[in-house]
């Protein structure tokens, strides 16, 4: 199946689809963690500016079919999308939110890959962990620069790359809550 078919088809309400290099298609619930997280992120780039260019599980296009709907991008504000979206290189900070099905991919596959195309900030915010990791300075395999913040420590300047910052509030970032029986 083509990526433009899968674009194309209706999946079930409420999961989240991954597209993997080899060729798999991955569907999984979105959780409420997942989804209070982005909603946090995006809360947070407010202070971007109302008009800032921020998007969330919107496709953009990389190189080689391998195109990602991160959790949360940051783009350029004179971005410009190229067709129907934005190029990578139109990226300042890419940011996906750990599952429970996705933490390989994430903590390593995206690493990677964004390393690999040079975007220049890419935070992996694991609510399970109740970590953030930054990630700068891209290389071809990933990126040289990784440092963790815990949740619950204030607020996280991140610097990007046209000189405005985005700010993350640690302590507004929410965590699962633990399970109750069903009765």
Do not use: W
Request: glycine fraction near 6%; hydrophobic fraction near 35%.
């Amino acid at each position: 199946m083509s990526v433009e078919a899968i674009m194309h088809t209706e999946f079930p309400e409420g999961y989240t689809v991954f597209f993997g290099a080899d060729g798999k298609v991955i569907m999984t619930p979105q959780s409420l963690e997942h989804s209070s997280t982005i909603r946090s992120m995006q809360i947070d780039t407010l202070a971007l500016g109302r008009h800032a260019k921020v998007t969330s599980d919107v496709y953009i296009d990389f190189p080689a079919d391998e195109n990602s709907a991160p959790d949360l991008a940051i783009l350029r504000e004179d971005a410009q999308k190229q067709g129907k979206r934005y190029s990578f290189e139109d990226v300042l900070l890419i940011a996906e939110v750990v599952s429970v099905s996705s933490a390989r991919k994430d903590y390593d596959d995206c690493t990677a890959k964004y390393g690999r195309y040079g975007i220049p900030v890419y935070l992996v915010v694991d609510p399970y962990a109740a970590e953030v990791v930054v990630h700068t300075q891209p290389t071809r395999t990933g990126y040289i620069a990784a440092h963790t913040h815990q949740y619950g420590t204030g607020k996280l300047p991140i610097d990007l790359a046209d000189g405005r910052t985005f700010t993350l509030d640690l302590d507004e970032l929410p965590r699962p809550e633990p399970e109750t029986g069903v009765l």
